[in-house]
């Protein structure tokens, strides 16, 4: 607003700036930006490292060869997909304003626990609007079936010292979308996803090989934009799951969240989240389908 004054007084443009601050009002800020189609949005958090990755010749060759992949395979929207995996927590990184008593200096806000449980939603979508069953990790050395009560229908049952991905899960997630998407070798599947260590594997690429998944990885620090899931899918649902996490701590004074209510917690958000809406969206935002190169102006 200061700078808005500064550029009337030194070019001689009548306004009706308080010459008092030496800046404009909000008025003028809301119609101003009314006038050149802005808005006033919160931004997402961004490294260093994602927004030097994000380059053109980078983005060109991607999409280059997801054109590529396209035209020698003939590929149809059914046919092509994208997975990601994203990390829940019990505790959110960010709680909701809530309404208190003028002049109370500590507000609070009763969550789960101060640390949380955390688990893995690994989560896959089409360009045709489906939804591929998603698999959980839990931090565990011990399967327990119970553990999944709750979760969507044949979600794929993970467990891993730390309850993150690793390459021997990370080549049952694949078997998992193949039995459900059965490619071929006259109908193969296009897959897109990040090029995370624990998605590399001499295993992984011969089983891919060997069962018509072609896997196409995405840029390094690109996934915030490329990545159909990280687009429009996981914010939404992790808003979702804090959602249910609070109606279930509400429902249930004293009671904390454990493993036992993980997958039944996530089950609630994801039936709300996973919908065509957001696939559609997501594969249009980033421009793979339809194929769009030119979707980003950066």
Known sequence: ???????????????????????????????????????????????????????????????????????????????????????????????????????????????????????????????????????LIFPRKRMREELFFGAPLDTLKLISDTGYMNTELFLEWIKHICNHVKPTKDDPVLLTMDNHVSHCSLQLISYCREHFIILLTLPPHASHKLQPLDKGFFA??????????????????????????????FGQAYSRVATVSICQKGFEATGLYPYNPDVFND
Request: overall charge positive.
């Open 1 to 135: 607003m200061a700078l808005a004054y500064q550029y009337a007084e030194l070019n001689n443009i009548p306004h009706r700036f308080n010459s008092e601050t030496k800046m404009a009002g909000r008025h003028w800020i809301s119609d101003f930006a009314a006038r050149q189609n802005l808005s006033l949005r919160v931004p997402e958090k961004c490294s260093l490292a994602r927004a030097m990755g994000f380059n053109r010749p980078q983005v060109n060759t991607f999409f280059d060869n997801l054109k590529a992949c396209y035209e020698k395979y003939n590929m149809q929207p059914h046919r092509l997909f994208n997975m990601d995996e994203s990390g829940l927590s019990t505790v959110p990184n960010r709680l909701p304003k809530i309404y208190s008593q003028r002049g109370n200096k500590c507000v609070s806000k009763i969550v789960a626990a101060e640390r949380g449980q955390l688990i893995t939603a690994v989560c896959c979508m089409g360009a045709s609007r489906i939804w591929v069953p998603p698999g």
């Open 236 to 265: 939404p649902l992790k808003t979702a799951f804090s959602s249910e996490c609070d109606k279930y701590m509400t429902t249930n004074p004293g009671k904390p969240i454990t493993q036992k209510q993980m997958a039944m917690l």
